[in-house]
């Protein structure tokens, strides 16, 4: 067992005092008032121990690290039928995610991009009750912590101009591939984007999916067959544009949020979150990927 | 002069016993109702006379003729400044038009595409002061008939339906290039799309595009650059992705309209309106379609 | 009748002392050299009488301004059969030309890009007993002019360097739309490139297509309906990118060719002839451009 | 430890008796004539024994899997500066490969499709002093194996036929990114694409990924870093425009070739070597992908 104790130390140590660390997101208003000298780290292992350093404990706005989850419940609730709406390849396009759809015939790449979260926000819409306190619920439970919750002017912000995912979603409807009503589905997009953790919340929420399945309570949420899809499609599809590069930098299943947090994993040994709100030019943390980078170079640990 | 009326008849004659008078336009709900055995003419020339036949007396909704009439309102209102936000070329791809959207920026390829045609109508919203009345107004004072009217029903229709135009125009904004409510101006664009005429009163209305800029009571609308500038839009671009056929085989400026309506015209010499609603596979007018080609192959009249 | 004597005149005068003439072409090496102070331009009318100033008796290479006769020869010798390998459609893309091709199978948007061009060619060496020299026979034929000749350095240039006419030609070839070898179709397309005229020459040679097919000794290559096919393929597709703005700033058929030169006509009235070798961002003579906008502007003379 | 014996034997029972068995490769018309019902598997482990099962011990064509060959050369020769010539992403993109190259200005989107193997196929013309020859030895040494061969027919009849091949590499030309000539580079190409392997050289060929960059005679490739960015590398792109599914399916890094073989690797434990010669719709094994997906699900051993 690597010492990851000292290993979070001297990535912190490494990296804290860096001048350039990116830029702060902008579109959504109310996210480009967080503090960049913000950087944090939590690491939650199957074995037991629990690592931390710096703003560990400082709530942020998971945003698209949200789509894992939601696409978590779409699965446990509709199973495979859910790969009639949405397909599991990486987008590989930094261009021009609207013409992937319109050349695809309303079908999304992957749940991990915009499009494809709306369809499965739109599975949650129809299949669940109460949508916003369920999924609420399912986080909640996942983490066995009842602070988490909505960052409701977060929400609001986007509601007002999240243009391009009103474009999206109208497209979707176009082609017969949302079932609900635009605004009611991107009103429960918005929300699960605005869900706050911090870094601890957020190896807590998904420590299932790095121990086959189970929370750390032992409750089981999907099979390990979902577990595995889950985490294969976090590797291929979770680092926007720059997944190829993450692949192979960091080598692990991964999410990120322009929030500035990632979640990245190693099946069966551990869950690792970082928060630093500075963004690189690809849209992912810009501290979170050195940092992320480093640990799996100085413990020699990832899934190549 | 060729014999106009003549040449009317041959055409309904030949063409009115047509049994494979192509689909019905059915996505926006209204329009499908349309009784597809429905075809007339009309025709008016510089030199007095008219020359009509059919069902040329009976009104049909406009849609897309209408981005013709919207743009003339924009070019008198703002000039050239329009053309830094509507490119004029082709659009040239049955594939993706939000694609080429988002390829370009947000700035569309034509006017006469929708996504440019949502642009003009958010130029009138922002510059007229009642945009629909006012742009009734002009309608009515082009055909000096006071009876054109909009149809609230085909326009609520699309508003409730039109998720396309609802993607485009959220894409539009999401680049900056639309300056007021999406829902604001989509009612406009709409409403300008639901404009009913018969034959004759669209031919009467396209008059000052056919005569250097004057209406048929003389009065002047544009000025000579900008009638040219309009009629090669139409040429290029008035046909989807039929543009290049069109030009050839029929060889006249003209637009289209998922209603089954055409106007194309002559600069100096004529008029063509021609209505039957059922579409060819590239969503232009079947019938009308084929009278155009043999109208300028009758009269030996094209601009090449 | 306008004096297009004194047109010409005011127009040389005014564009001769320009200091920004654009960019010699410098793709095709041997076409790098050519003096950029060049300006010529040269109209023949339908009427009898031929006008001229500056350079317009010096040969230059006429490049895709060829793409138009091999047309010519091309529709005579295989008619309608033609449209079933290239389509007649506006490529409207400055992205991507060999996209499209991928994307439609192998089939060129129109005669007048360069993969079209090339199917055009594969034609003609199909058809023709000795391509080369038959080229060279028709076009002095129509031109009444044996001194018209390939430039053998330019075609050799083009033959070692042209790696994206390559690059279209082995496509073409993987998806069935060429028959001979890419080696020798594209051996005849540099050569057919690498024609050289002046100003006169090009004048006389398309003056049939001005004339309803009839050259200016009175011969017959094409019946009206080729000819109105050919004029609006120009005016849609002649000037690449910028199509519709020649469309609307000009208002003629035209084509133009990276070495300056660029021929435009109105039916049944004039040819007009332009060559300078500057070439505008979009790859069209800046002179010549804005040469042929101030004629039409000046004579009141165009289509619309 | 699993049962590797029993595993094998079991898929193989299960899928041997399939009718459906895909469609053999005819693009390459030497491919066409192998025999469809031939199907082989073969497993090294690092703890040492080997497991085979069926006709891993016939030779055939290993395609594209040679792709994974020539760029752990490259990188070997000219280490990190090949990311400027080449991406790492996958291209996510079914429709137009070449497009993608000409969109991204010639530069590919990863070493295992086909115009970035090209590039690589480049650079090894550039730094080796007898290509094929240095290629063959590299790979006899890795398989410690002399009696693997080029299939001199299999290069011939690709160099005849390899149209699309011929147009990626002069489009790379005209971008600058080939510097070499393009017949040279690609008669390296074709050549590497004909090597031929059983399953059982496969693996041995393969066993140094698996191995950290040491083959099974302990010598050392290439060093961790370079090791983990080849694995990642066949995970996001090794499958074509089924690499999403595969990373699911099956969860290993791998490489599939049109001949029907494919190769697999968990690091640390295994290499695994299949070959039916029947194509998915997708163009990998069909029997192949369904015996890996069996594989890892029997032995529930995969990177996730």
């Known amino acids: 067992m690597q010492d990851f104790k000292a290993?979070?130390?001297a990535i912190h140590a490494e990296l804290n005092s860096e001048v350039d660390r990116g830029i702060v997101a902008s579109y959504i208003p109310e996210l480009a008032t967080v503090d960049s000298n913000k950087f944090g780290i939590h690491v939650a292992t199957m074995e037991g121990p629990s690592y931390c350093i710096g703003d560990w404990n400082q709530p942020f706005s998971i945003q698209s690290v949200s789509k894992v989850l939601t696409l978590?419940?779409?699965?446990?609730?509709?199973?495979?039928s859910l790969w009639k709406r949405v397909d599991?390849?990486?987008?590989?396009n930094p261009f021009n995610h609207l013409s992937l759809l319109e050349?695809?015939?309303?079908?999304?790449r992957n749940p991990l991009i915009n499009s494809g979260a709306i369809v499965v926000a739109d599975v949650l819409v129809s299949e669940l009750k109460n949508p916003k306190e369920d999924l609420l619920a399912y986080v909640r439970d996942l983490a066995n912590d009842q602070s988490i919750r909505f960052n409701e002017e977060v929400a609001q912000s986007e509601i007002r101009t999240g243009f391009k995912n009103f474009a999206a979603a109208n497209l979707?409807?176009?082609?017969?591939n949302l079932n609900n009503d635009v605004d009611e589905v991107l009103d429960f997009y918005f929300h699960q984007c605005s869900l706050e953790m911090n870094c601890a919340q957020l190896s807590k929420t998904f420590y299932f999916l790095a121990n086959r399945g189970k929370c750390s309570r032992g409750k089981t949420y999907l099979n390990e067959s979902q577990i595995k899809r889950i985490n294969a499609l976090m590797l291929s599809c979770g680092f926007y544009d720059e997944a190829g590069e993450f692949g192979f930098k960091v080598g692990l299943p991964g999410k990120s949020g322009v929030g500035g947090g990632i979640v990245a994993l190693l099946p069966n040994h551990f869950v690792i979150?970082?928060?630093?709100?500075?963004l690189n030019i690809k849209?992912?943390?810009?501290?979170?990927?050195?940092?992320?980078?480093?640990?799996?170079?100085?413990?020699?640990?990832s899934i190549f």
């Not at 978590?72 to 495979?80: D, H, N, Q, T, Y």
């Open 172 to 176: 979707l409807k176009s082609f017969g």
């Open 72 to 80: 978590s419940i779409a699965m446990g609730l509709v199973g495979e």
């Open 273 to 278: 979150s970082t928060w630093s709100p500075g």
């Open 103 to 108: 050349l695809e015939s309303g079908i999304p």
């Open 283 to 301: 849209g992912n943390s810009k501290l979170g990927m050195e940092a992320l980078e480093r640990f799996t170079t100085k413990s020699k640990l």
């Open 7 to 9: 290993i979070l130390a």
């Open 88 to 92: 599991v390849e990486p987008s590989g």
